[in-house]
């Protein structure tokens, strides 16, 4: 079971540290290329918190999911790998650390500061609404009804093909 644990830690910061990069590099470059304008760019980076904010909440409801239905995790053992890896939320960082720690935090927190701007939300919130999301996931199972072959075409038996006499 350390084994399932294990490669859902290396999912979850491997998903989340591509969410980072995206949202700390690529798109604010992304943005001064194509909107040079300072409001304007401020505006498209207002959109871009929104759109990360919601995708972070899709993406741990999705991790949630992952958990249960393909690293057959109980929901013990999911809580204790998601607390292991969120354990950062609680301890002294030195100070090249604490700049992921923070991008981490602002995966969520960015998005909740635009629509409640008197409220700051501590580490322990934080960690409580991406658990909350991680656990809501379990209710989640996408699967296909069938799988698709190469040349499938969806229709029927072959007999059923209209034939073409000239």
């Known amino acids: 079971m350390v084994k399932h644990m294990s490669r859902m830690g290396c999912e979850i910061l491997l998903v989340v540290g591509i ?5 700390n590099s690529f798109f604010p470059w992304i943005i001064s290329v194509w909107y040079p304008d300072p409001l304007l760019s401020e505006k498209m980076g207002e959109w871009t918190a929104i759109i990360v904010g919601v995708g972070t909440c899709l ?8 958990a249960k239905y393909v ?3 109980t929901l013990s053992q999911m809580v204790g790998a998601f607390g292991l890896l969120h354990s950062a939320f609680f301890l002294p960082f030195p100070p090249w650390l604490s700049q992921i720690y923070r ?8 998005m909740l500061a635009l ?3 008197e409220q700051m939300f501590t580490s322990t919130e934080l960690f409580c609404l991406f658990l909350a ?4 996931g379990r209710m989640f199972h996408v699967r296909e009804n069938e799988p698709k072959r190469l040349g499938d075409y969806g229709g029927g038996d072959e007999k059923n ?3 073409s006499s000239i």
């Open 19 to 23: 969410l980072i990069a995206l949202k």
């Open 59 to 66: 993406i741990y409801m999705g991790l949630g999911s992952a």
């Open 71 to 73: 690293h057959s995790l």
């Open 103 to 110: 991008d981490w935090q602002g995966l969520l927190h960015d």
């Open 115 to 117: 629509f409640l701007p």
């Open 133 to 136: 999301l991680f656990i809501l």
């Open 161 to 163: 093909l209209p034939s």
